[in-house]
């Protein structure tokens, strides 16, 4: 079982899990941002640079004047036993540095891969550790300097830029502000005092430090301060002493720079007294400690909201879909049971379980009956075009008793007209169930990560609408041929007796004269009578063989085809076909890495013996 000491390592490994996914805390809610840390702030030369080489003991930040820091740095210590002191990037996972100037160099090529030789900052981390039996396990996050104005290269934004990036880290109730201040300037005008009042105003987050105490006038201290009676904060004010430029420009040795601050303090008559709770070391020490009680403290809240994460990506995954097996066995049996659920969405839609089945009923009843009522049979049956067809078809010799060529070719005539609505209908259905089945696809879950399978299934299923509304064609102007190829006769029959019993009898009441308006108004009328008659039989029988022909076989053998096509399929044609969209394959991997990472994450925490 791990002690409370692993906690700040293990937190450090989450950290650099969090930021190779992405997650770069600093803003948003994140798992990154749960996970307490240590947030150095100040003032551009207020000595941040000095006091971090202090607490690691190496000279290895960059410098120079205006923004040097221009990305967060996340600086991990990690205290070994013995063995050579070594620096690795996570960017860099594969190299060690050895030479603190190589780290240096490092940070400063790495910070410029990202923001350019300008002076444009970014809130993008470098994650740097550092391994050496001279450290305390600390995680710090050097954060760029506080400024009041823009200087050349930089824009007139940069200030609050800065502002609200530093504002990110320490506003999290999980960070510690490391608030570094130079003695040598009022405390009342520090920018990180100030920044810390504003978010942390009762101190509980807030480390003081004091810098530069050793450039104060002469005859001053900064006893007021360090004691709490300035400015209190609920933890110990901590005074450092940096090194000189001088000391910077003659490379000395940080464990010397080291000694000499303890002495500074030791031998100070106005500091003496507080030496032993001074100098880098100590702050390190203080930091490392608070920083193993603010991580215990906040463990079950980071737990809890790990296990919430977790159910999260796992529904996620489950709506996107999760890895296909590789094996052409797993691949077939995926393939149909998408095709599974795309007909279950399909027959849905037409039978009412979803919207867009009502369309085709609404060609049925409005459509078709509206078609058929524009037709010109009035002008076809028109006393002058009555005439005419009767005469044509009489020839050289008149009708003797009724003109039945004439009739019957006024009936084909007007019977032709209904092939147009018979097929319009047929193509009106065509294309309610070709959209059904567009929409079927894209509201069918399982496939949207398949765009190829998708374009396969639209293709299949639109060949067989094909098929079907070829044979429903066929069929429906089978219906209105077949009523032109046998006339109804007991139609004709009652309409001549009571024509018959209209004349008393007299069979020769209506052929007197055969080209009477009468007679050619009475035999319009009664082709009229029977063209509405099977009007009524078409309007009827047109919907039924529409459906047997296209919607009954749609819900039953929409995709046999394809069925059959993909049973011959060997596993490489199977995998192409399951070809997923590259942004979806990419949204997937790294749902599953923040998975693995917050599995992980629990696991090890687990492990260590916080409660």
Not at 423 to 428: G, L, P, S, W
């Amino acid at each position: 079982m791990a002690t409370l000491q692993s906690l700040i390592g293990l937190v450090n490994k989450i950290q650099r899990a969090c930021t190779v996914l992405g997650d770069h805390g600093g803003e948003g809610f994140s798992l990154w941002e749960a996970l307490p840390s240590v947030a150095v702030v100040g003032g551009q030369s207020s000595g941040k640079s000095s006091v971090l080489e202090s607490i690691v003991g190496r000279d290895f930040l960059p410098r120079g004047s205006g923004i040097v820091t221009r990305r967060p740095l996340v600086l991990q210590l990690h205290k070994t036993e013995g063995g050579a002191e070594y620096a690795e990037f996570l960017h860099a996972p594969k190299k060690r540095f050895t030479d603190f100037a190589a780290v240096r160099k490092e940070i400063e090529d790495e910070t410029d891969r990202i923001t350019g030789k300008t002076k444009q900052i970014s809130n993008i981390p470098i994650h740097l550790s550092i391994y050496s039996p001279n450290v305390v396990n600390l995680t710090l996050i050097d954060l760029p300097g506080m400024t009041k104005v823009a200087v050349e290269g930089q824009p007139e934004s940069i200030v609050q830029d800065i502002d609200n990036m530093v504002r990110s880290y320490v506003e999290k109730p999980s960070c510690i502000i490391l608030a570094i201040s130079p003695a040598n300037q009022d405390i009342a005008t520090s920018d990180a005092i100030k920044l810390a009042r504003e978010v942390d105003p009762t101190g509980e987050r807030t480390f003081g430090v004091l810098t530069k105490l050793d450039l104060m006038d002469k005859g001053t201290n900064a006893l007021d301060v360090l004691e709490g009676r300035a400015y209190r904060l609920q933890h110990p004010w901590v005074g450092i002493v940096n090194r000189s430029q001088a000391d910077i420009n003659k490379n000395v040795d940080m464990m010397a720079a080291r000694q000499k601050e303890r002495e500074y303090f030791e031998n100070s008559p106005d500091y003496s007294h507080l030496a032993h709770k001074m100098g880098s070391v100590f702050l390190a020490k203080l930091l490392s400690q608070h920083l193993e009680i603010v991580i215990r403290q906040r463990i079950p809240s980071i737990i809890s909201m790990i296990n919430k994460a977790i159910d999260e990506i796992n529904a996620e995954l489950d709506r996107i879909g999760r890895p296909i097996a590789a094996d052409g066995g797993a691949q077939l049996y995926t393939i149909l049971d998408m095709c599974r659920a795309f007909d279950k969405v399909f027959k849905e839609h037409l039978n009412g379980g979803r919207a867009g089945g009502d369309r085709i009923y609404g060609v049925f009843d409005n459509q078709l009956p509206a078609a058929l009522k524009k037709l010109p049979l009035d002008r076809h049956l028109s006393m002058q075009n009555v005439r005419k067809i009767v005469v044509e078809a009489d020839g050289y010799q008149p009708h003797l008793i009724a003109p039945e060529q004439g009739i019957r070719r006024l009936i084909d005539g007007s019977l032709g007209y209904f092939k147009g609505p018979a097929e319009a209908t047929v193509d009106a259905v065509h294309l309610v169930l070709k959209e059904l089945v567009r929409k079927s696809i894209a509201e069918t879950q399982e496939l949207k990560r398949f765009p190829a399978l998708q374009s396969d299934i639209a293709a299949f299923a639109n060949d067989a609408l094909e098929r079907f509304r070829d044979q429903s064609r066929k069929t429906v102007l089978r219906l209105v041929e077949m009523e032109s190829s046998y006339l109804t006769v007991e139609f004709f029959r009652k309409l001549q007796f009571e024509q018959h019993e209209k004349n008393g009898g007299n069979p020769q009441g209506p052929n007197m004269d055969r080209y009477t308006d009468n007679h050619l108004r009475r035999i319009g009328s009664n082709v009229s009578a029977y063209v509405g008659m099977v009007c009524d039989t078409l309007r009827n029988s047109i919907p039924k063989a529409v459906v047997y022909c296209q919607v009954r076989e749609a819900k039953r053998s929409l995709l046999s085809n394809f069925y059959v096509q993909i049973g011959k399929k060997e596993k490489e044609q199977l995998s192409q076909m399951l070809d997923e969209d590259p942004s979806l394959m990419a949204k997937r991997e790294t749902l599953a890495k923040r998975l693995e990472l917050y599995k992980s994450a629990r696991d090890e925490i687990d492990s260590v013996a916080w409660k």
